[in-house]
């Protein structure tokens, strides 16, 4: 009998390791997933998805190589999807030297185990439009000069072209997928999209009583999560390994983000909504537009969900998560036993 498929991701408890280990279930792999060893473990989106019980988890930390090795040894993969990260840009300000451990430092340290255990193991490193920084060009592609403008882009422009070097360097499978920001009702609660339409579904329900925010002006390329991971597989499936833009190609504020999700619940978002600089970042990216022709034309990818829909759908889930939670219902979830922002100090509180 043909031996199934097998796929090792690291950052399984995120997002995208979330959705990507239920896309990857669905098509027949066997699949692995890395998560880190906290004091209370956090499964509650593969536990949200029902596949908790179909991953293979392997405790493993990025700053860690022995663990790595170990990793890979044990799942014997065919694909690696290297998704682990310190992924939240406004904390990459606050630990710049865990951003270059974890997220720089992170790709060479799979990269080096993979082509030691098996060159052969082909390689997603999840890279990111937060290259472009301020790159002012309008709308960006693959050919788009980068200009990180954070510590984490920083971090994420060494493994973008240390995934690069791999495959020039040493004939590795080894491909960067350039996405741009791609939000569900599993994203987490740092990131703007899910802190407003968590604070929408609180205030409708009478639980919160305002939203505060940092840089309203920003402009995004916002697409839905689960379409973005098929992506990442299509890119491991190709001939010849390459670099991906994955985007909408549409933009919008955070103003029209946070003026939608308060409508979808009836309400005014002017109403609700101060600015707190608290959530300012030292240096912002201004305006993402991502130019997504080239994985249309080789993988056949295209988004589908708009961004109304994406913004319905996350704030109808909030909304009913915190009716359930009302009603005295428990299931897998992360807002409950969110810490209030409020008692989070942070540097900007300094300057
Ligand atoms: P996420 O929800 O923040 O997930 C990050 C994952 O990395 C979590 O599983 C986390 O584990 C793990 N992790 C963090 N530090 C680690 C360490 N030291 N060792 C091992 N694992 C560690 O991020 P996401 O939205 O799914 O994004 C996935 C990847 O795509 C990230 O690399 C991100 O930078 C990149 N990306 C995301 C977007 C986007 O819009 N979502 C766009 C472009 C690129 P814990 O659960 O233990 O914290
Ligand atoms: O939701 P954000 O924190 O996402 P950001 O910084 O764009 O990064 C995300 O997308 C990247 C892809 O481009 C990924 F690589 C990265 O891992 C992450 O997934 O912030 C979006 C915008 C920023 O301009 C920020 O300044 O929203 C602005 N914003 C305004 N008020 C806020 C807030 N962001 C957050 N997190 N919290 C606020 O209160």
């Not at 694909?79 to 406004?90: D, K, R, T, W």
């Not at 997220?103 to 990111?128: C, D, K």
């Not at 009836?266 to 201004?286: M, Q």
């Not at 993402?288 to 109808?316: C, H, N, Q, S």
Request: with cysteine.
């Amino acid at each position: 009998m043909k031996k199934k498929k097998s796929a090792l991701i690291t950052g399984v408890t995120g997002q995208d390791g979330a959705y990507l280990a239920k896309f990857l279930l669905d098509k027949g792999y066997a699949v692995f997933g890395t998560y880190r060893r906290l004091s209370t473990p956090n499964f509650w989106r593969l536990q949200y998805l029902d596949i908790f019980d179909r991953v293979k988890l392997i405790p493993a930390d990025l700053v860690d190589s022995t663990s790595i090795v170990e990793a890979l040894m044990i799942s014997e993969p065919d694909e690696v999807y290297h998704l682990a990260a310190q992924s939240f840009v406004g904390a990459s300000f606050e630990q710049p030297v865990g951003a270059g451990e974890i997220t720089g430092l992170g790709v060479p340290r799979m990269l080096e185990a993979i082509r030691s255990i098996n060159p052969r193991i082909r390689f997603y490193q999840a890279s990111t439009s937060e290259l472009y920084g301020n790159s002012n060009t309008g709308v960006q592609t693959e050919e788009t000069p980068f200009r990180p403008a954070s510590p984490y882009s920083a971090a994420k422009l060494y493994g973008y072209w240390i995934t690069r070097i791999y495959r020039e360097g040493y004939g590795m499978f080894a491909c960067n997928g350039i996405l741009f920001n791609h939000e569900s009702p599993l994203r987490g609660l740092e990131f703007v999209t899910r802190k407003i339409s968590n604070a929408v579904a609180k205030i409708a329900l009478g639980i919160e009583k305002e939203l505060r925010l940092g840089n309203m002006e920003a402009q995004r390329d916002w697409g839905y999560a689960p379409e973005y991971v098929e992506s990442m597989w299509l890119m491991l499936q190709q001939d010849k390994p390459d670099d991906y833009v994955i985007a909408t190609n549409e933009t919008h504020s955070v103003a029209e983000f946070a003026r939608r999700a308060f409508a979808t619940a009836g309400l005014d978002w002017e109403k609700y909504t101060r600015v707190d600089e608290r959530f300012l970042r030292p240096i912002d990216v201004n305006f993402l537009r991502g130019d997504y022709t080239k994985a249309k034309e080789k993988l056949g990818w295209r988004p589908k969900v708009t961004f109304e829909r994406l913004v319905e759908i996350m704030v109808k889930e909030d909304l009913e998560r915190w009716g359930r939670w009302q009603q005295g219902k428990t299931f897998p979830w992360d807002a409950p036993s969110y810490p209030t922002e409020a008692g989070i100090l942070t540097r900007a509180l300094r300057v």
